[in-house]
């Protein structure tokens, strides 16, 4: 959560759940078997049954909209949006509460759940999809239960808990100098105070670092290309034409000043790299299956025959712990029902009828997502909302365009979203010899969890925090960017700053042909084309956090460079605690916070 609300940049943490997993359910089996009780092993199906439990809650603080869509319902973004823009209409906002936030969790997650599972057997035997964030969960915990794995184990939970402790510590440690605004170490002008304030700092926080050490070098070398571009040239420059490019009275926070080009020119490269990669992926999806075809029927040999014993052990169990066709399509049609009922009663600007046919198109939307995640690890889910997102803005009209668009992409992406994560976690099931239909309920009880645990977390950092501040720590990017895109489908191309479009269409440009070099040239100069989607995040946010992330990414480097056998295992544990430890210090200091304790020092660096 506090990375959705800060930077709303997450990394995948599927590895970092299971080895948690692990390293709690094996010293609670420990503990209780030196306490004399009779405990039995601890098995990789156990480990695999947790791990799925805890993605799909955390899935839901991610993916349910707490910093994009469902923020960007709140009177706060409808005013940076700017309360005279064209199509951000009067009264076009809800505030944020625990009931109705929960409410339409429950209505829109749980549909994803039973939107392709009659299409199990289909995408993880019969296509044979790889789905490598599931399969490197499932040989992570494979590689965890065999007899050598003891040793590594141990090791991996000392450094866990080692790395744990001095990030809670720490955030102990820099709460005592952020006795006011801009304070602490989090403020640091470590480049000079000029690079301060043009976000150019190492803000020491542990959790970007840890995020850091889990990204891929291109992601953390993506992230500071684009702060050096924006904080360092761009926003420079185009606040030196106040007063020719836009009036010098209006405030910098204005869509009509210098925020509307950081907003605006975000979203062209967000929009830039989704379709290309939307289309990609969809051709890919078309020729594979076109080609599986072919080969299908070319086929005059059984299957079987060219499928080792212990694959044929894993299809039989996977098959064996079959879902009855009729429960999944039971289930989906009753909690489409309930969602179309209920959804509209929430927000009356997006009609029942819109509903109707985003749960007639969901299944199908779902199945091309989920089978392009399969081939490439790449959830497209945010772009199939991003489509809604458009659509239905356009469709309801200016007085209930922003709304409607909205909730109808929390919708579409929420299913989509839903249904793929859990296609990953059937290829875990089928590796690590987990039946499905446990998968299936813990896959359940997470998101019933999440649609509870999610909302309560968010109201803590709330209340507790300046949640969508632009110059605060929490900064919410992502709600301004969803309104505003809701805004542009609403109003069109009016709604930009003067300018802004030229910009606008540069960078959507900028953002295909940097993917088109990136898949048409050899590996060794592709793989070092920056990511337009990364790039686009500190474009709004700043460039501290991409020094953070680059911080850990350098310490990846030197890791491998020194002992890359203990790096290779020991990274996922001390990255995990980084960042847990860090997000554990949140739960005290939002209730030192709630009950008005204000730190004793303000450690603060100011020109003379």
Known sequence: MKLNLTTGLVPNLNVSAALLAY???????????????IATPFTRQENTVVQTCAVACYSIAVGGGFGSYLLGLNKRTYEQAGVDTEGNVSGSYKEPGIGWMTGFLFVSS???????????????????????????TAVLINGFHTPKSDKMAKKQVHGFMKYFSISFLWGFFQWFYTGGAQ???????????????????????????????????????????????????????????KGKWFPSSLPESSMKSLNGYKVFISIALL???????????????????????????RDTYPETQNRSIDELQRNELFMRERIPIWIALLGYSLFAVVSIIIVPIMF??????????????????????????????????????????????????????????????????????????????????????????????????????????????????????????????????YALIYRNMAILGVEGFSALPRHCLQLCYAFFGFAIIANLIRDLSPKKIGQWIPLPMAMAVPFLVGAYFAIDMCVGSLVVFLWHKLNSAEASFMIPAVASGLICGDGMWILPSSILALAKLKPPICMAFKPR
């Open 23 to 37: 390293v709690l359910l094996k010293g609670w089996t420990e503990l209780v078997h030196k306490a004399g009780f």
């Open 348 to 477: 009356p600007e997006l009609k029942w009828y819109y509903v109707v046919v985003a749960y007639i198109l969901a299944p199908s939307l779902s199945f091309c997502n989920a089978y392009g995640a399969g081939l490439t690890d790449m959830n497209m889910a945010y772009n199939y909302g991003k489509v809604a997102l458009f659509v239905l803005s356009a469709l309801a009209g200016k007085d209930s365009g922003v709304v409607a668009g909205l909730v109808g992409c929390g919708l579409i992406k929420s299913i989509v979203s839903i249904s793929s994560d859990l296609m990953h976690d059937f290829k875990t099931s089928h590796l690590t010899l987990t039946s499905p239909r446990s998968m299936l309920l813990s896959q359940a009880i997470g998101t019933a969890i999440g649609c509870v645990v999610a909302p309560l977390t968010f109201f803590l950092f709330y209340k507790a925090f300046d949640i969508g501040n632009p110059e605060g720590e929490y900064k919410a990017p």
């Open 271 to 297: 929009l830039g790299d989704g379709l290309y990669n939307f289309v990609k992926i969809l051709l890919f999806t078309a020729k594979s299956m076109v080609n599986r075809m072919k080969d299908k029927s």
């Open 110 to 136: 749980f549909v994803g759940l039973l939107a392709l599972v009659p299409l199990r057997k289909i995408m993880i035997i019969d296509y044979k999809l790889s789905y490598p964030s599931g399969t490197a």
């Open 183 to 241: 304070c602490g170490f989090s403020q640091f002008p470590t480049f000079g105070l000029k690079a301060w304030q043009n976000s150019f700092y190492f803000d020491f926080s542990m959790t970007y670092v840890g995020a850091g050490m889990i990204c891929s070098h291109i992601v953390n070398l993506s992230l500071l290309l684009g702060a050096v571009l924006s904080w360092g040239v761009m926003w420079p420059l185009i606040g030196d034409l």
